[in-house]
């Protein structure tokens, strides 16, 4: 019988598996693996514990995501996707974009494209309804 092969890491194997790691740290992960590893660990913390339900989580990270300061148009994508499958509405994304636009109007310029196309999705994927 073969020995099991364990990866030095596990939370970095899983984060590619599930297609969320971040292409960008990829260089990271290339010049110090464990580094790159304890990051996750510590970036998962409020993720999986914590008081607030999932869907302010999500509606947190989109208004990060699109704040002036970051305009990461992958995470804001990713993250309204998960707030709807939270339950979040289209108009509590939509007032979290509005809330970080205090950052600057280029908020809206990012995410609101991107909230018409991730609601039309979500509702086609729910039910095939109407995405009004």
């Not at 996750?40 to 339900?53: I, K, Y």
């Not at 699109?66 to 994304?93: D, Q, S």
């Not at 974009?97 to 600057?104: A, K, S």
């Amino acid at each position: 019988m073969g020995d099991a092969i364990v990866s030095d890491t596990p939370v970095t194997d899983e984060y590619i598996r599930k297609g969320e790691f971040n292409p960008l740290w990829e260089q990271m992960r290339a010049m110090d693996p464990q580094f790159m590893e304890a990051y996750l660990r510590f970036r998962d913390v409020p993720h999986q514990n914590g008081p607030l339900p999932p869907k302010f989580k999500e509606l947190i990270l989109v208004a990060i995501n699109a704040a002036t300061t970051h305009l990461y148009a992958p995470g804001v994508r990713r993250h309204m996707a998960n707030a709807f499958k939270a339950g979040a509405t289209k108009e509590e994304v939509l007032e979290t974009i509005q809330l970080v636009t205090i950052m600057g109007i280029h908020s809206c310029n990012l995410a609101i494209p991107i909230l018409v196309e991730e609601h039309e999705k979500y509702c086609h994927s729910r039910d095939g309804g109407n995405p009004a």
